[in-house]
């Protein structure tokens, strides 16, 4: 596609049920990134991908959190046993890494509901 | 690490007039990219300007241009000429290769253009 699409763009889920959040970022970029936005709230850094390089999991917030990339593309967020908390927009962003200039393209987010 | 601050949570501004968000940031590199990202009520997260450290001419783009400050680390954003559709969330951001290419936002302001 043109863009970085995240699905679903909403969701609404029982607390403690799991959830998986889905982003396909544009072709051939190689850095892949997750925020974690409350509302009307600031960018919360969450995980970064860049290449084959480990990822930098620093900013995820509990190990109910995880997240992978296969094959270099598709990147899923998953989140264990929600918790009201978790409330929040979770936005995917991707670069051409080579460069620091790369701009960041991000996609809609998807609107997690914890009920 | 780097860290970004925004020091604004909220401005606003009237129609037509000029405002200017802050931005400070730390790092020890000497080579690095900072940008300005709006994020309008759609959410949508927009690129509005990006600045090389390396370079000394401040960036422009039509009515938004930056003052970077490199010793001071400081790069703040004018909005000249403010619409309407300016209003939205606006973020500043760093990237450097200490940390991988990694992309690091301050905490936002939110600006609100009056008629």
């Known amino acids: 596609g043109a863009g970085v699409s995240q699905s679903p763009s909403n969701k609404v889920t029982e607390k403690g049920k799991d959830v998986e959040l889905r982003c396909d970022p544009i072709s051939g970029h190689t850095a892949l990134y997750w925020y974690r936005q409350s509302l009307g709230q600031g960018l919360e850094f969450l995980i970064y991908f860049q290449g084959n390089s480990a990822p930098d999991k620093s900013g995820l917030p509990s190990d109910r959190f995880s997240a992978e990339r296969t094959g270099g593309s598709v990147s899923t967020l998953t989140i264990q046993r929600t918790q009201q908390e978790d409330s929040a927009v979770y936005l995917c962003?991707?670069?051409?890494?080579?460069?620091?200039?790369?701009?960041?393209?991000f996609g809609q987010g998807t609107r997690l509901t914890v009920v | 690490a780097q860290t970004v601050t925004q020091s604004q949570p909220e401005m606003s501004v009237q129609e037509a007039e000029t405002v200017t968000l802050s931005c400070t940031y730390d790092?020890?590199?000497?080579?690095?990219?900072l940008f300005w990202y709006k994020q309008p009520p759609s959410r949508q997260m927009i690129l509005v300007i990006r600045?090389?450290?390396?370079?000394?001419q401040n960036a422009t783009e039509n009515r938004f241009s930056v003052n970077f400050q490199k010793a001071a680390k400081s790069f703040s954003l004018k909005i000249s000429d403010s619409q309407l559709g300016d209003t939205a969330m606006y973020f500043c951001?760093?990237?450097?290769?200490?940390?991988?290419?990694?992309?690091?936002f301050g905490g936002g302001t939110r600006l609100m253009v009056k008629p």
């Open positions: 951001a760093f990237r450097g290769r200490n940390a991988g290419n990694m992309l690091t």
């Open positions: 962003a991707s670069s051409l890494a080579a460069g620091l200039e790369g701009e960041a393209f």
């Open positions: 600045q090389e450290a390396y370079k000394q």
């Open positions: 790092t020890s590199e000497s080579n690095y990219y």
